[in-house]
């Protein structure tokens, strides 16, 4: 028999005890709130950050010149490796920009000796696995990811894709199209404009570190420059190897041994000379006109460092003092004057050629020369005037901070030391960085922004609407000469 009587008290008795609870939760933490008065943020304090402790590894080389590197972690059943080669667009023929991105690509897609393109995709997929290829401006890299339990199958595939590519004409072509799909659209975003563009002025428009690909450099490249290109810079004596994850480091390294110990190295191994770098644009205001553009997007600078440099702690510290939340920029230029949608700037050095020193952001097209002019006031400031200790602090904390989350998994740490040996850095170069940021002075950070920012070589580039833009870009000084920059695609011929 039905008892709705009987149930709706149960039911009642059962809301009244929630509705008690709900009650007594709320009256518990409103009441210890009002305990405890709330803190500035300035006020929280926070336990020491935490030693760097590098898990344990195992690094050994084979007999044909592969230097490998192995860190267990059996946290979950998975495992993932990569192997950087020595090589990097930077030493493609100048008459075929775009090569070692089409090399890389098809060295993947087109399949190996053993399996078809389309064998390996399936064989991938059937067990949610990866295979990927790249190759950026200083390096090459083939990387991995399986569950443990397909280690060996997925392993065997890396090998293949690494010493089998057939390069298939077809997925050349199919590659061609997409990368020509790519200039076509290549000046629909103003953000990706200015960045590109920006590397021109620094680095020049024939550097390897600026050139774009064209649609005649792409037009250049046949299948046998692949196979060239690839046989110049993929052999043992190039390669090193990082594997990460669930597995066993004696069956892991018989495996290698298995696979690419009977690769034989190149007798004759010639080591390509890096390209030289050297500021092309010292000073100037350039400006790429967009009409259709309410806003600017501006990027200032000049050449920059390595990351080996004796002062590179001292300028990362520099940054933390301009850049973020509180820091100056933010402060300053967004909050207090208004004319930022974001604003930034940042001493950003490269591994084995000189970075850039870039600042700038997004604004409103009445307010860019506003801008401009509020960013060089920051600069000048702190090359002339001394940070405050209470400056000094928030960006060593913020920079030491924002280190400390480059070791959070075991991957993170293998990828850096790898990077380390790649680039010829001391393996010990995570603790110097760390010691050196925590003995950097407010002197330090006056010294390296006296030594390092130089206002006379200042780059400025504006891509925006010249016809939004008042006050106009002329009346930053009776001497500024605005350039302008074409950057209509140059037509396939």
Do not use: C
Not at 152 to 161: A, H, Y
Not at 162 to 170: A, G, K, L, S, Y
Not at 209 to 234: C, G, H, M, P, W
Not at 436 to 458: F, G
Request: glycine share 6%; hydrophobic share 40%.
């Amino acid at each position: 028999m039905y008892r709705a009587s009987s149930i709706s008290k149960h039911a009642k008795l059962f809301i009244f005890s929630l509705a008690l609870i709900v009650f007594s939760f709320f009256i518990f933490n409103f009441s210890s709130a009002l305990a405890i008065p709330a803190k500035h943020y300035d006020e929280l304090t926070f336990p020491p950050l935490p030693e760097i402790q590098l898990p344990k590894y195992t690094r050994f080389e084979l007999k044909n010149g592969i230097r490998v590197y192995l860190m267990e972690d059996h946290e979950l059943p998975l495992v993932g490796g990569i192997a950087l080669f020595k090589t990097g667009d930077r030493f493609e023929p100048a008459d075929r920009v775009g090569l070692a991105n089409l090399m890389a690509e098809v060295m993947r897609t087109g399949g190996t000796t053993k399996h078809s393109a389309d064998e390996l995709n399936r064989l991938l997929e059937q067990r949610a696995a990866a295979v990927e290829t790249g190759i950026g401006v200083t390096a090459g890299n083939v990387s991995f990811s399986a569950l443990s339990e397909d280690l060996d199958t997925v392993f065997g595939l890396f090998t293949e894709v690494i010493r089998e590519p057939i390069f298939t004409q077809d997925k050349l072509d199919f590659a061609k199209n997409q990368e020509q799909g790519g200039i076509a659209r290549r000046n629909d975003e103003p953000e990706a404009i200015a960045a590109r563009e920006f590397q021109k002025l620094i680095y020049g428009d024939r550097s390897p570190y600026a050139r774009t690909v064209e649609y005649a450099t792409l037009k250049n490249i046949s299948r046998d420059d692949l196979v060239s290109f690839y046989q110049q810079y993929f052999h043992p004596q190039n390669m090193l190897l990082g594997i990460e994850g669930d597995f066993d480091s004696t069956k892991m390294r018989a495996m290698i041994e298995q696979k690419f110990g009977d690769w034989q190295p190149i007798k004759e191994l010639k080591e390509l000379p890096l390209p030289s770098v050297s500021q092309a644009q010292k000073g100037g205001l350039f400006f790429i006109n967009q009409p259709q553009l309410n806003q600017s997007y501006i990027q200032m600078g000049h050449l920059g460092g390595t990351f080996n440099s004796p002062d590179y702690a001292a300028l990362d510290v520099m940054n933390g003092v301009l850049n973020g939340f509180g820091g100056r920029l933010f402060n300053n230029v967004r909050s207090r004057q208004g004319l930022a949608y974001t604003v930034y700037a940042s001493w950003s050095p490269r591994y084995d050629y000189p970075g850039i020193f870039i600042a700038g952001g997004q604004t409103r097209s009445e307010a860019t020369v506003a801008f401009i002019q509020a960013i060089g006031a920051e600069i000048e400031r702190i090359r002339n005037e001394k940070v405050t200790s209470e400056e000094l602090a928030f960006a060593k904390d913020s920079t030491l901070n924002s280190f400390i989350f480059n070791f959070e998994d075991s991957s993170q740490t293998l990828s850096r030391l790898i990077r380390y040996e790649y680039y010829g850095y001391p393996e010990d170069f995570i603790f110097r960085y760390r010691r050196n940021v925590e003995a950097v002075t407010i002197d330090d950070v006056q010294k390296v922004a006296k030594n390092y920012l130089k206002p006379e070589q200042m780059v400025t580039l504006v891509v925006g609407n010249i016809d939004a833009i008042k006050p106009p870009l002329t009346s930053l000084g009776n001497s500024v000469k605005v350039q302008s920059i074409d950057i209509t695609i140059p037509p396939a011929s």
